[in-house]
C-alpha cells in the first residue's frame, strides 16, 4: 500500500478506513504508566501504525457514512496520543493533519472536542484538543499584527490569527453547549409533570384539574 494513495484510502461500503480502524481500535493514547502493561503495549502499537499511515499518505479528513474522521473516533475512545498525532502541525508527508481538524463535525453536528467530553472525559484528549485551539491562538495572533492575509487559507505560517481565533471560539462554545445540555438533563429527571404531580399521592387516574 506504500506510496499508492488509491490503495491507502480506499474504503469499505460505509466509508471506513485503514485509517479510521486503526484510530478507533480501543483508547489508551498510548501512555506506558497506566497500570496495565499489556494494554499500554496495545496502545504503542496502535500509535505505531497510525503514524506509519499518514507518513505513507493515509488522508486524516476522510469520512465514513455518519460523517466520522479518524479524530473523531480517537477522541471518541480516548485515544490521547493517537489525538496529538493527528494534530500535529501539517508537513510535506502529512498536508492535511493540524488543528484544522478540529472543526470537522459528524452528520449530526458533533465535533471532536463534543465527543471527547462526552465518551472519554478523563482520557486528556478534550484537554489536548483545547489547548492545540488555545495555543495556536495565542501564537497566531502575535504574527497576524506583522503579516496580514493567510496565504490561502492554509494552516501553516504566520497570518492566521483570525483563523485560529474561530477554532479556538469553537471549542469554548462546544464545551458550553455540552454544560448546559448535561444540565437540561438533571433537571428533566428530577422534575415531575405539574399535571400529575397533585394526585399523585392519592393516586387519582384520569383526574383533570
Known amino acids: 500500500m506504500r506510496g499508492e494513495d488509491a490503495k491507502m484510502n480506499a474504503a469499505d461500503a460505509q466509508g471506513w478506513t485503514a485509517l479510521h480502524v486503526a484510530c478507533s481500535s480501543g483508547g489508551g493514547g498510548g501512555d506506558a504508566d497506566d497500570g496495565d502493561a499489556a494494554a499500554a503495549a496495545a496502545a504503542r502499537e496502535r500509535l505505531a501504525i497510525v503514524r506509519e499511515l499518514l507518513d505513507a499518505g493515509a488522508d486524516p479528513t476522510a469520512r465514513h457514512s455518519a460523517g466520522f474522521s479518524p479524530l473523531h473516533l480517537a ?53 489536548e484538543l483545547t489547548r492545540v485551539a488555545t495555543e495556536a491562538s495565542s501564537s497566531s495572533s502575535a504574527s497576524s499584527s506583522s503579516s496580514r492575509g493567510d496565504g490561502g487559507g492554509g494552516v501553516c505560517g504566520g497570518g492566521h490569527g483570525s483563523y485560529y481565533a474561530s477554532l479556538d471560539a469553537e471549542a469554548k462554545e462546544d464545551a458550553r453547549m455540552l454544560k448546559w445540555t448535561a444540565i437540561r438533563a438533571k433537571i428533566k429527571d428530577k422534575v415531575r409533570s405539574i399535571h400529575w404531580f397533585p394526585y399523585d399521592r392519592v393516586r387519582v387516574v384520569n383526574a383533570d384539574p
Open 75 to 127: 477522541c471518541m475512545h480516548g485515544a490521547h496520543e493517537i489525538a496529538k498525532e493527528l494534530l500535529k502541525p501539517p508537513t510535506a508527508t502529512r498536508p492535511k493533519c493540524g488543528p484544522g481538524l478540529t472543526r470537522h463535525r459528524t452528520a449530526h453536528g458533533l465535533s471532536p472536542l463534543m465527543l471527547a467530553l462526552q465518551m472519554a472525559p478523563n482520557s486528556g484528549v478534550a484537554a
